[in-house]
T-cell receptor, first 113, second 116 residues
């Protein structure tokens, strides 16, 4: 089955600086890669996703890059703000079967004012 | 965007009782729903995949007789934790995938279960 690794587990960034979180996956059949933001006690919120037919996607301060050859994808947050503090999860799934998501272990991002 | 509700939001029960959690897709039809469990400071662990009108598919290590799943309609799936024990205390979250839309899952707000 799919295995997703995520690094770092914790990340502290000065407000205004950029944050980068990296994930690798093992199953070459995976073709959908979402990123979720989860605040304490809340549901995971989809913040951006990318499919394997593109290499990069951007939405305002958030961007995701995908390298299919190396089987890794990254989340980039620019001009970080205190409200970006949360736990971020990457995930991977394929179009086959039930399309279940395999999650990374999460990154606790803290923005230092 | 697509909205998924979950009920109850929290429940406290005595050891040995059963607890039912409902997951509803409010503005879309979901042929597939997923049930996750999340322990404190850990990632989401998939427990089972629930397909409308058929038996759920359980992940390895998840007891199907303990965690009963029913997906009777395109908008409702239920998870029943039978004979709950303190080690079942966790945050249970469902998600739903919109019919015809590959990949994207929308999560419910979660149910915090505490078994005394």
């Amino acid at each position: 089955g799919e295995n997703v690794e995520q690094h770092p587990s914790t990340l502290s960034v000065q407000e205004g600086d950029s944050a980068v979180i990296k994930c690798t996956y093992s199953d070459s059949a995976s073709n959908y890669f979402p990123w979720y933001k989860q605040e304490l006690g809340k549901r995971p919120q989809l913040i951006i996703d990318i499919r394997s037919n593109v290499g990069e996607k951007k939405d305002q301060r958030i961007a995701v890059t995908l390298n299919k050859t190396a089987k890794h994808f990254s989340l980039h947050i620019t001009e970080t703000q205190p409200e970006d503090s949360a736990v971020y999860f990457c995930a991977a799934s394929s179009n086959f079967g039930n399309e279940k998501l395999t999650f990374g272990t999460g990154t606790r991002l803290t923005i230092i004012p | 965007g697509a909205v998924v509700s979950q009920h109850p939001s929290w429940v406290i029960c005595k050891s040995g009782t059963s607890v039912k959690i409902e997951c509803r897709s409010l503005d879309f039809q979901a042929t597939t729903m997923f049930w996750y469990r999340q322990f404190p400071k850990q990632s989401l662990m998939l427990m089972a995949t629930s397909n409308e009108g058929s038996k759920a598919t359980y992940e390895q290590g998840v007891e199907k007789d303990k965690f009963l799943i029913n997906h009777a309609s395109l908008t409702l799936s239920t998870l029943t934790v039978t004979s709950a024990h303190p080690e079942d205390s966790s945050f249970y979250i469902c998600s739903a995938r919109e019919q015809g839309v590959p990949g994207t899952q929308y999560f419910g707000p979660g149910t915090r279960l505490l078994v005394l």
